[in-house]
């Protein structure tokens, strides 16, 4: 896939201000600080298309962004390590839910996991939630470019275990690194293989 344009549409906090979900919808969501709004700017050859920031937490809405006047890229909030209160995690949390099991125009939600770290609860429990809702979903292993090919090769296989121990099999698995752009065109080529999937929902 070539993308030829990429606009932000309009950030949400509920899903009545959600745009209309006409067209396909591929999310990218992931712990505070993988590297998401990196990897979204590498993808989309834009620089500063998602805002980065050294403070964890930095997206709080649903942001959604037309791909190529065909497709929404979709960054959500992430979880976990953020410096906000209980009720704000709870508020942000209800709202990725409500989001990623009611979507109709969503096809798949990537799931940026730290390759520098242990695999981390918080992920793996996502993962699985994501699994016992029937959402699509890939693996996105972020920082690939900070570890030396063995350190690689240790932390792709722990990663991979600790999922399999829920899955029989894994779902899709991408090695990314917003630095070199590994990986931009083996996720962009897979949005561009399942999109013809997409069946537009009926009007309510």
Known sequence: MHITSALFVKSSTIPDQLPPDNIPEFAFIGRSNVGKSSLINML????????????????????????????????????????????????????????????????????????????????????????????PLSIVLTKSDKLTKNQLHISQTKIKKAILDSWEELPPVFLTSAETRLGRDEILDYIDTIMPNFNKPEKK
């Open 44 to 135: 989309t050859s834009k620089k500063e298309l998602a805002k980065t920031s050294s403070n964890p937490g930095k997206t709080q809405t649903i942001n959604h962004f037309i791909i190529n006047e065909k497709w929404n890229l979709v960054d959500l909030p992430g979880y976990g390590f953020a410096r906000v209160s209980q009720d704000k995690r709870d508020e942000w949390q209800g709202m990725i839910r409500n989001y990623l099991t009611k979507r109709e125009s969503l096809m798949n939600v990537f799931v940026l996991v730290d390759l520098r770290i242990e695999p981390q609860k918080a992920d793996l429990e996502f993962i699985n939630w994501l699994g016992e809702k029937g959402v």
